[in-house]
Nanobody
């Protein structure tokens, strides 16, 4: 299973960005997908998650500004980021909980990350 993230970049405070993450490979069941953020010198923090029953979970710092829509046909999720702030800067890393085969356990998979920089 591979996760390919894209869409990062440099944006001014108050602007918007849309990240995407596509899961590929052998996927029997895709349970959850989500985004984490890692700022320089800090731990990796949860930003938003989306479960297979469409339940969402957002970090308090992004509620009301970020959304996590998905495209089921392509096993792709997005992170729509609005009203960006300098403290949103970091590497955004996609993750997924996947059952690769019917006989497999669920495992966590991580993408390579995409840099988001918000200037003040």
């Amino acid at each position: 299973v591979q996760l390919q993230a894209s869409g990062g970049g440099l944006v001014q405070a108050g602007g918007s960005l849309r990240l995407s993450c596509a899961a590929s490979g052998h996927i029997f069941n895709l349970k959850n997908m989500g985004w984490y953020r890692q700022a320089p010198g800090k731990q990796r923090d949860l930003v938003a998650t989306l479960s297979s029953d469409d339940t969402t979970n957002y970090a308090d710092s992004v509620k009301g500004r970020f959304a996590i829509p998905r495209d089921n046909a392509d096993n792709t999720i997005y992170l729509q980021m609005n009203s960006l702030k300098p403290e949103d800067t970091g590497v955004y890393i996609c993750c997924a909980v996947v059952q690769a085969y019917i006989v497999s356990d669920y495992n966590n998979y991580w993408g390579q990350g995409t840099q988001v920089t918000v200037s003040s």
